[in-house]
Nanobody, 123 residues
């Protein structure tokens, strides 16, 4: 049984930093792509970043230069380091795992999801 467990969300002031983590069991991130999506109230879930199984990394334009995704194969964990946070980054952040056959920013490409962790950025 696959489980993705996020941790590390919280409340931070604008300009601050947070790191969220996604620990996986039942799948290995060097065989599956590990991605982060986010969903703000009243909005659709949107792609944030992904590290592919073979190591290529992609970011949404809105977070390029501010967020960094990484993977620790030994811990089977994917991280999202978020710097220079803005109030518009406020959302529930979801970890996702999948064997991507299509576009990496399509949530339907991901088979497994975590429960989400809240990130709130105050102005």
């Amino acid at each position: 049984q696959v489980q993705l467990v996020e941790s590390g969300g919280g409340l931070v002031q604008a300009g601050g930093s947070l790191r969220v983590s996604c620990a996986a069991s039942g799948l290995t991130f060097n065989s599956y792509s590990g991605g982060w999506f986010r969903q703000a109230p009243g909005k659709e879930r949107e792609f944030v970043a992904v590290v592919r199984s073979f190591g290529v990394i992609n970011y949404a334009d809105s977070v390029k230069g501010r967020f960094t995704i990484s993977r620790d194969n030994a811990k089977n964990t994917v991280y999202l380091q978020m710097n220079s946070l803005k109030p518009e980054d406020t959302a529930v952040y979801y970890c996702a795992g999948g064997r991507l056959s299509g576009t990496y920013d399509d949530p339907h490409e991901y088979n497994y999801w975590g429960q989400g962790t809240q990130v709130t950025v105050s102005s």
